[in-house]
């Protein structure tokens, strides 16, 4: 990433910190970091056996099914950042980084 401006980065963090407690505090003051993240847990299987069937019916007649050895590009997430800095004389430099 080249001209990401750290300080409007970490100022617009801050704000999405700020509105995501102020919301805990408005719709569930007392819930703790169970209530909050749901409160799962990993349940070890080190002693049975996992299924090796399907939970649910594989529907092929509408959906073909692909086998890749490779994620195509076009199907892989990302993050975009978009920074607008303004400049001295009243402009902006703009800055995108593709993650």
Same mark, same amino acid.
């Given at each position: 990433?080249?001209n990401? +401006?750290?300080?409007a980065?970490?100022?617009?963090l801050?704000?999405y910190?700020? +509105?995501?407690?102020?919301?805990?505090?408005?719709n569930?003051?007392?819930?703790?970091?169970?209530?909050?993240?749901?409160g799962?847990?990993?349940?070890?299987?080190?002693n049975?056996?996992?299924?090796?069937?399907?939970?649910?019916?594989?529907?092929t007649?509408t959906?073909?099914?692909?086998t890749?050895?490779d994620?195509?590009?076009?199907l892989?997430?990302?993050l975009t950042?978009?920074?607008?800095?303004?400049?001295?004389?009243g402009g902006c430099r703009?800055c995108?980084?593709?993650?």
């Amino acid at each position: 990433m080249t001209n990401l +401006n750290e300080a409007a980065l970490n100022g617009t963090l801050a704000g999405y910190v700020t +509105n995501f407690l102020n919301w805990l505090q408005n719709n569930d003051p007392n819930a703790g970091v169970l209530d909050i993240l749901g409160g799962w847990q990993i349940v070890p299987s080190t002693n049975m056996a996992l299924s090796r069937s399907l939970l649910f019916q594989q529907d092929t007649e509408t959906l073909p099914v692909q086998t890749w050895n490779d994620e195509p590009t076009n199907l892989m997430s990302s993050l975009t950042i978009h920074s607008r800095t303004p400049t001295i004389n009243g402009g902006c430099r703009s800055c995108r980084a593709t993650v």
